[in-house]
């Protein structure tokens, strides 16, 4: 295969007593002319190879198939109503939805298909004011993390003339009275690097209905620590604002309060006081009961418990510990109905459980069946317990459980779009290097035969404190229908087992991220689900970087390789956008010590010329702005420079895309284009 020339500049940089030499700088200059020729001329070679794929289009045609079933968001209520989120299945983006009560029906309060037909403006998030009269809802360009804020009329379907720029990492929390709410927002970043310009002086501020934004009114920063995170949330009986502070892209905080007084007419420049000004571990807000504060928090609980704080005497020696330390690592928390509802991880599989405000168990809230809560929410003073559930194979679906009752119903709940009683999910686990069992999950057609030639897909991400959930995919059953295997991995780094898993896998414990991955794959062939020339392997972001060093530091394990949105260039990677977030994650090669391990398996840097690396897809979007595309270009150059065998590597850059966003469409071909590559290079069979 012929790719296109990339040129090599000289730039070398000194770490210290150390040279590294990185010839594709050019490639960050995201605006240059220069970058936009090469990313064209990428996409001329890795279309046509696409196009050549014997599988493109079946996969394009059944992933539109599967795609087409109507998708619904955990509904927010205020004043009665619910506020919720509905694709009716290809739809581009989903539309918001108003009902007024629980059954009645539903009225549309802002489709983006239909403002922003194309696509190219992303509707990122929403909050309903307290009376349900006004909604503020965010929107950025290609799905950017940059975002807009507007204002719109429930009644009318009007927006104002309020637009809040530079908002990004923020909450949008409304004070009771309906008259404002609070946001964080960066100032404006220097023209023409507005997607790779370092962050730094986000600061609360709260905004009045109806108000210009130079009007908005400061309420907190952090000068002393530019690079830190402030976000505020004002408490459901709207006494409270609750402010936390980040120094890094985990669960650590800081956390502030400040009283507002009556909620009908607060005072939103009140002292702010302090609970907890350490930032050496997580304190998260779940709710409040008059003036107890109620905690999620891991402090000497790696996997954490709920501590209860009264915030007239907020001092630390009157902390109580409300529902200790349990067995499995609590996942999430709320405070609904005057209960504290507990989301547990129990070998990674969901557990939901009701405690008293004093603590006193009420027993498990049934589920479903085996498989994955991904989202918990509620209020103080209602009993509905909403959750969203999936499996492997079970489509999301959003749940109502009344905390009286003990009633489940489901919340318009979708059609299955696949036929499940034909495939199975396995719970296993595999053993690691240094001896620790590594959960994973496991799903194929019935009755697989372990004959080694199963076409398998390895998935996973291994980082900041993130679990990886069994849940449902759409894009999966297709795969499953060609015989294929797909296979998600719980590695260190993610909170599958509590803080001390994910401790277990960042900074210089990281390689226990890839030993893990490793040690599933290795797994899988010895019992023979599969073998290396059936075996690939894809992963996002942080998991982009670990397909990455995977594939290089075990070239011969797998056949297919699928980094997207990767981060890639472990040695300037905190140089761009929100990057020095990542320090307390990964570390940085300003730190002799760290720059060690950084170079060991920075996946840029680890590039040996003539190995033959699998077939390799890298993907990423030229509007992606908190890991920026040219972490995916330089590494693309460097492997197309050393790739020792016929193997292709291909980089697809999509258009006015971003880290995680695609209109549905666009999201589908993406899709279709990774597993088709996939088929090919994996010896799925044809006809």
Not at 138 to 144: E, F, M, Q, R
Not at 398 to 426: C, K, M, N, W
Not at 609 to 619: I, N
Request: aromatic fraction near 10%.
């Amino acid at each position: 295969m012929r790719y296109p020339k990339t040129r090599r500049g000289d730039v070398v940089d000194r770490y210290g007593s150390v040279s590294v030499a990185d010839p594709y700088r050019w490639l960050e200059d995201l605006d240059s002319p220069d970058v936009a020729a090469w990313v064209a001329a990428q996409n001329a070679v890795t279309f046509a190879h696409l196009e050549s794929l014997p599988h493109r289009r079946h996969f394009h045609r059944r992933l539109t198939e599967l795609w087409d079933y109507a998708r619904t968001s955990l509904p927010v209520v205020e004043n009665g109503r619910l506020f919720y989120s509905k694709n009716s299945g290809l739809e581009r983006q989903a539309r918001v939805y108003l009902r007024t009560g629980l059954f009645d029906p539903p009225a549309v309060v802002i489709d983006p298909n239909e403002r922003w037909p194309d696509g190219s403006m992303s509707l990122a998030q929403y909050q309903p004011s307290p009376d349900a009269g006004w909604l503020a809802y965010a929107v950025s360009v290609g799905g950017a993390d940059w975002q807009t804020v507007r204002v719109r009329s429930v009644a009318t379907g009007e927006d104002l003339d309020d637009a809040l720029a530079w908002v990004r990492f923020s909450d949008l929390s409304w004070t009771r009275d309906s008259l404002g709410f609070f946001y964080s927002r960066y100032p404006e970043p220097p023209q023409h690097k507005v997607l790779e310009a370092e962050l730094s002086g986000q600061a609360v501020y709260y905004h009045r209905v109806g108000t210009p934004q130079a009007d908005d009114i400061l309420i907190y920063q952090r000068s002393d620590h530019p690079s830190w995170i402030v976000n505020a949330t004002v408490s459901d009986d709207g006494r409270y604002v609750f402010i936390r502070t980040y120094r890094g892209a985990n669960h650590n905080n800081q956390l502030h309060f400040i009283d507002l007084g009556s909620p009908v007419s607060p005072n939103v420049t009140s002292v702010i006081r302090p609970i907890v000004e350490t930032i050496d571990a997580e304190y998260s807000p779940i709710g409040n009961y008059q003036s107890r504060l109620y905690l999620r928090s891991d402090k000497d609980a790696p996997k954490r418990r709920i501590i209860a704080i009264d915030l007239e005497h907020p001092d630390p020696v009157s902390w109580k510990v409300v529902v200790p330390e349990q067995p499995y690592a609590i996942e999430d928390a709320a405070l609904i109905g005057g209960r504290i509802v507990l989301h547990g991880l129990v070998d990674v599989q969901s557990r939901l459980q009701s405690f008293t405000l004093d603590g006193r168990s009420e027993g498990d809230i049934p589920l479903p069946g085996p498989g994955a809560v991904s989202a918990l929410s509620g209020r103080a003073d209602r009993y509905d317990c909403w959750y969203l559930f999936s499996s492997p194979l079970q489509p999301a679906t959003v749940y109502r459980h009344d905390l009286e009752s003990g009633r489940r119903v489901p919340f318009e709940a979708p059609a299955p779009p696949i036929d499940a009683a034909q495939f199975e999910t396995r719970a296993m686990f595999a053993t690691s290097k240094d001896g620790t069992r590594v959960p994973f999950f496991l799903t194929c057609r019935k009755g697989l035969q372990q004959d080694g030639r199963n076409p398998t897909m390895l998935y996973g991400y291994g980082g900041f404190s993130i679990s990886v959930l069994p849940a449902y995919r759409s894009d999966v059953p297709a795969w499953l229908e060609l015989g294929g295997v797909f296979v998600s991995v719980n590695l260190r780094g993610g909170a599958e087992y509590g803080e001390q898993w994910h401790r277990a896998g960042m900074l210089e414990h990281k390689q226990n991220v890839f030993d893990d991955f490793i040690a599933v794959a290795e797994y899988l062939v010895r019992e023979h689900y599969t073998s290396p020339g059936c075996l690939g392997m894809m992963g996002g972001s942080n998991g982009g970087l670990l397909v990455g060093a995977v594939m290089e530091q075990r070239p011969e394990l797998v056949s297919v390789a699928m980094p997207a949105v990767g981060v890639m260039d472990m040695l300037r990677y905190d140089r761009f956008t929100g990057g020095r977030l990542w320090a307390t994650e990964y570390g940085s090669s300003s730190d002799p010590k760290q720059l060690a391990f950084l170079i060991g398996y920075s996946p840029l840097h680890n590039v040996k010329p003539g190995t033959c690396y699998p077939a390799t897809l890298v993907t990423t979007a030229d509007h992606d702005d908190r890991v920026v595309p040219s972490h995916s270009f330089k590494f693309t150059a460097a492997l197309q420079a050393a790739q020792g065998c016929e193997r292709p590597t291909l980089i697809r850059v999509e258009a006015q895309g971003s880290h995680g966003y695609r209109p549905t469409d666009r999201l589908i071909a993406e899709r279709a284009d990774q597993w088709a590559f996939a088929a090919a290079h994996l010896g799925v069979a044809t006809g």
